[in-house]
């Protein structure tokens, strides 16, 4: 199993612009959710989904849109990129809701 | 509401003994977690210790609970320079898969 893994590693957006953080799984996993981690602070949940066609709001949800139309994967959609958005970017799965999550290398993003 | 606070930095000679502490707010958390991470890595889980036990044993890693203090630790024993990282506690609260974290703890290993 190549576990939980994201793309692209590193990216630099300007301002405005859109861009997609891809997450893939290939444990079968239910659960799978979106963290930033910003300097000095933990992770904070983004989004997260407890099944295909099933996505719901984490505590930091404004300016990030998802999506669960497969099992495996759970793209972080970016519509208007802003400096804020400047982070680390985790994706994490687990096979339940309850079970313990597991992370991905994540995704450095730089908004100019 | 629901908080988990660490300290920031902590120094160790190696083949000391390294305790990392953790405080949690919510008393209703099922699991608590640490996980590590090294400079540019994932967070790889390391341990957790569910909230009805008071201390969990794993080679080198020992983890303490006090549920009714809230608090948590993890006890590296003979702590080695590959120990040289951030580690981050975390509580599961809610009844959806929801981690809090902490803002992690940096743990540096010198000769």
Redesign the interface.
Known sequence: NAG?TQTPKFQVLKTGQSMTLQCAQDMNHE?M?W?RQDP??????IH?S?GAGIT?Q?EVPNGYNVSRSTTEDFPLRLLSAAPSQTSVY?C?S?I???????????TRLTVL | GEDVEQSLFLSVREGDSSVINCTYTDSSSTYLYWYKQEPGAGLQLLTYIFSNMDMKQDQRLTVLLNKKDKHLSLRIADTQTGDSAIYFCAEKTGGYNKLIFGAGTRLAVHP
């Open positions: 939980v659960y959710s963290y000095g602070m933990g992770l904070r949940l997260y407890v719901d984490g985790f994490a687990s339940t809701n309850t079970d313990t999550q597991y992370f991905g290398p994540g």
